[in-house]
């Protein structure tokens, strides 16, 4: 009976093993975004479209001084759909912060005057910069949580609101992705 038992446990370990779970980094940014690979998904985006996206973001709920978990998903958009073929020139891509994600977007200089820490987000907002990720923080949510614009990281530009850079964006063809 024991080694009965032992056969079953062996046995599903093995099966466990074997449903590994592939995570692949890359290719546009290689620190962030790491991405499940899904074998023969029903629906994929067309690799020959262009895709104009405006990610709105307004939650941080990142623990521990990590980075904003929001900010990553706009890497993973970005990783994902290039391991499946679609250039970076056919994802146009657009983020707006505001409400509690605002503070991702004050300098490192200031971000550790602050809070006493470097900001988490900030090197993540490069790489996002680098992959022609427009980023813009709202006037709005800024200046209503006391920072000052020469605080702005210079990678954010300055929206007048969020109000703004969403209309401003949809009117222009950009779909909305709101998950906070």
Do not use: W
Not at 106 to 126: F, G, L, S, V
Request: one cysteine or more; a positive charge.
């Amino acid at each position: 009976m024991k080694i009965f038992a032992i056969l079953i446990l062996l046995l599903n370990f093995s099966i466990l093993s074997a449903q590994e779970i592939e995570v692949k980094k890359g290719p546009i940014l290689e620190t962030f975004g790491k991405v499940y690979q899904v074998k023969s998904p029903d629906l994929q985006l067309d690799k020959d479209t262009e895709y104009k996206v405006i990610f709105d973001i307004f939650t941080d709920k990142s623990k521990d001084n990590k980075v904003n978990p929001l900010l990553n998903a706009v890497a993973r958009y970005l990783n994902m759909h290039a391991q499946k073929g679609i250039s970076l020139e056919n994802m146009k891509t657009v983020v707006i912060l505001h409400g509690a994600a605002t503070k991702s977007t004050i300098n490192n200089n200031a971000y550790k005057n602050r809070y006493h820490t470097a900001n988490p987000n900030n090197d993540i907002i490069e790489a996002l910069k680098k992959a022609n990720v427009e980023i813009y923080v709202c006037g709005q949510s800024y200046i209503a949580s006391g920072f000052k614009i020469n605080e702005k990281s210079s990678s954010v530009k300055l929206a007048l609101s969020a109000l703004t850079a969403l209309v401003e964006y949809q009117t222009n063809g950009y779909q909305i992705i709101n998950f906070n």
